[in-house]
């Protein structure tokens, strides 16, 4: 058996790991992987129950899973905790403990939703790319100082450090995955300004001769940007810091128009982690309104990359992309001649397909 640990977390995380534990229970039943699912909490779901936002039992089960399915976390009811206790402090647990060093961001175009796009047509006709994100290094988890005070005066100062071996393993993943798409590499970096930004372009040179099928090119991250609203369809996969890639990613994925059917991949040492890459929305939770596709379509990527089951992953993909195809459409892509469907509809409607 495969063991799955499901955190539903807060706000619509449960309604959209229901609907994906659905899907995957429906592949399950076609291609007999043998899946079975634990529940943990975290989150403010935790923080209420247990006093904490990442229970050690919770991180412990992760460790010992074959796959994590994540919902989302936060919400207002937890914006004036200690820092420490915050919602969102349980991702930060969970990408350390579980070493989740490369988080992988597909952003496709669904060609039925191409007018959702706040680009023109004809610039996101084509759109498929990969971005490939540092998730456990870098100014996230640098030191750094909330308040000091130096010749009378007060600062705060954050670090970004890179070594060698966590831009290796990043660099390696991102080539790897190029591999099996159009194989093209894009290395983001400011190297015109920054040390640690220096050492991530040698290496990446370095690590690049191991892949001559590989095409690569290097940008600065603000030309980066530039390009990503201009020219979107030239990429295939970027690989990036810890922090461009958290700015870069919500950059492409707006440009699909569909935030809510994005998935993500969090690639661990031991176990990986999939997510939506949309938040808790606190405001419709529990109204059965909530697009499931991008937890729908992380599960896919659980099959892909945690178990190996490729066919089952593309089962799920090709019944989402059926599922727009056919017109029915959750209130958040809701246009006039479409079928507007719930999240439990929408649910219903893919595993029909699959
Ligand atoms: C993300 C999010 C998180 C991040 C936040 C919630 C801390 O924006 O996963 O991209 O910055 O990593
Ligand atoms: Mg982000």
């Known amino acids: 058996m495969k063991k799955i640990i499901v955190i539903p977390g807060d706000g619509i995380g449960k309604e959209i790991t229901d609907s994906a534990v659905a899907v995957l229970k429906k592949v399950d039943a076609k291609f007999k992987i043998g899946l079975e699912f634990e529940y943990r909490d975290a989150g403010g779901a935790a923080y209420d129950k247990f006093g904490e936002p990442l229970p050690a039992e919770t991180l412990d089960a992760c460790k010992k899973a074959d796959a994590v399915l994540f919902g989302a976390v936060g919400g207002?009811?937890?914006?004036?905790?200690?820092?420490?206790?915050?919602?969102?402090?349980?991702?930060?647990?969970?990408?350390?403990?579980?070493?989740?060093?490369?988080?992988?961001?597909?952003?496709?175009?669904?060609?039925?939703?191409?007018?959702?796009?706040?680009?023109?047509?004809?610039?996101?006709?084509?759109?498929?790319?990969?971005?490939?994100?540092?998730?456990?290094?870098?100014?996230?988890?640098?030191?750094?100082?909330?308040?000091?005070?130096?010749?009378?005066?007060?600062?705060?100062?954050?670090?970004?450090?890179?070594?060698v071996p966590e831009i290796e393993r990043i660099v390696k993943l991102a080539f790897e995955s190029a591999q099996k798409r159009r194989k093209k590499v894009t290395s983001v970096d400011k190297a015109n300004v920054l040390a640690s930004s220096r050492l991530w372009r040698r290496v990446v040179n370095e690590i690049a001769k191991n892949y001559p099928d590989v095409e690569l090119n290097h940008l600065y991250v603000d030309n980066c940007a530039m390009q990503l609203a201009v020219n979107p369809a030239q990429f295939?996969?970027?690989?990036?810091?810890?922090?461009?890639?958290?700015?870069?990613?919500?950059?492409?994925?707006?440009?699909?128009?569909?935030?809510?059917?994005?998935?993500?991949?969090?690639?661990?040492?031991?176990?990986?982690?999939?997510?939506?890459?949309?938040?808790?929305a606190p405001d419709i939770a529990g109204k059965n309104i909530a697009n499931p596709m991008g937890t729908i379509a992380s599960a896919a990527m659980l099959l892909r990359y945690?178990?190996?089951?490729?066919?089952?992953?593309?089962?799920?993909?090709?019944?989402?992309?059926?599922?727009?195809?056919?017109?029915?459409?959750?209130?958040?892509?809701?246009?006039?001649?479409?079928?507007?469907?719930?999240?439990?509809?929408?649910?219903?409607?893919?595993?029909?397909r699959i």
């Open 76 to 163: 207002p009811k937890w914006d004036n905790i200690e820092v420490s206790k915050r919602p969102e402090k349980a991702l930060f647990g969970i990408r350390k403990g579980l070493g989740l060093y490369g988080n992988l961001r597909p952003v496709k175009i669904y060609a039925p939703l191409i007018d959702g796009s706040p680009l023109k047509p004809n610039l996101v006709t084509g759109v498929d790319l990969l971005i490939v994100r540092e998730l456990v290094g870098g100014i996230y988890f640098g030191e750094r100082c909330e308040s000091e005070i130096v010749d009378g005066v007060e600062r705060a100062w954050d670090t970004e450090i890179y070594s």
């Open 306 to 352: 945690s178990l190996n089951e490729e066919k089952a992953a593309q089962a799920i993909e090709a019944a989402i992309d059926k599922t727009l195809e056919d017109g029915y459409r959750t209130p958040d892509l809701f246009k006039e001649g479409c079928k507007k469907i719930s999240t439990t509809e929408a649910t219903e409607i893919i595993c029909e």
């Open 236 to 280: 295939d996969v970027i690989v990036t810091s810890n922090m461009f890639g958290d700015i870069l990613s919500d950059e492409a994925a707006v440009i699909s128009g569909s935030i809510g059917l994005l998935p993500s991949a969090s690639i661990g040492e031991l176990t990986s982690f999939y997510e939506p890459i949309h938040g808790s």
